[in-house]
């Protein structure tokens, strides 16, 4: 089941970030998630699938309770290894000086 963006837009407002939707749970073994994020796995209407998130685990089940109501069967944490401080980071591009 692949969220829909007034349903991504209420889980963010928990101060949660939907990194994938309707992935694969292999997906949860990429080393470059942050160290933060969780794989969950829902099921809604006989209807499994799995989402990748980042936040504080309370804020991830209640956003997702409140949104879904009883649809979260595990939570557990991703292989990621990225710091969450630098996951997303862009260097900034130097201008040069003339």
């Known amino acids: 089941m692949n ?6 837009k209420r889980i963010e407002g928990y101060g949660v970030k939907v990194i994938t939707t309707n992935c694969q749970p292999e997906a949860a073994k990429d080393k470059s ?3 933060d994020s969780y794989i969950l796995k829902l099921e809604k209407d006989g209807e ?3 989402d990748i998130v980042k936040g504080l685990r309370s804020n991830i089940f209640d956003a997702y309770y409140d949104t879904f109501g009883h649809c979260m069967k595990r939570m557990d944490w ?5 710091n969450p401080k630098m996951w997303g980071y862009q260097a900034k591009s130097e201008k040069k000086k003339k």
């Open 33 to 35: 998630l942050p160290t």
């Open 3 to 8: 969220l829909t963006t007034g349903e991504v």
């Open 48 to 50: 499994t699938w799995y």
């Open 78 to 82: 991703t292989d990621g290894t990225i």
